[in-house]
């Protein structure tokens, strides 16, 4: 199975924050986000494992800063990492200043998605190839949240979380 960069899974996805997609406060509302950063998510799992793809936990959202009515929103999603048949999945979301045109960071997310066959069989994944620093870095990181993910989901042993003990060795 051939490698695949971050890269080729890069994903962006830009729309606008409608009335009915805010909460009382008049800012998006918190599930509206995550749907969109799923959507996102799954897109470029897709691209990189050019199979069927499955959302099997949102490992991490931060709502650091809020996203009023009117905003452009954009979500930049990228594989991070890809294991045997899980891929992590990082997200970035930019809100753009009207006037300026800047984008500024609003918030970030981590899901993780796995391949599956025609019956929703668990399926072998291409390796990932980190390149930028970032890219590296999160590379780097992502074995640790999978395992983190697997035993709060009571799907691992904390014994078993190599990653985890050597953080408190
Ligand atoms: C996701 C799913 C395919 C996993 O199936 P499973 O029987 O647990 O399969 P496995 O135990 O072999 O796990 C498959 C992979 O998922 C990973 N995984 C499973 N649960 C995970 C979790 N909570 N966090 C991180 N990774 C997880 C496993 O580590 C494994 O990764 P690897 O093959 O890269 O090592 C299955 O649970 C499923 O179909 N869930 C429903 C998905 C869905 O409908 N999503 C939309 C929700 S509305």
Redesign the pocket.
Known sequence: MTARTAEESKTIMTDLVLPSETNPLNNLFGGELLARMDRAASIAARRHSRRIV????V?HVAFNRSIPLGSVVTIEAKVSR??????EVYLDVWIEDRESGECIKANEAIY?F?A?DET???IR?PELIAETDLEKQRFEAALRR?QL??V??G?MKPNDATELKALFE
């Open positions: 499955v959302t099997a936990s490992n890809a294991f045997k048949s899980s891929m993780t796995v599956v929703g069989r668990p994944v999978k993910s697997l709060v989901a799907k």
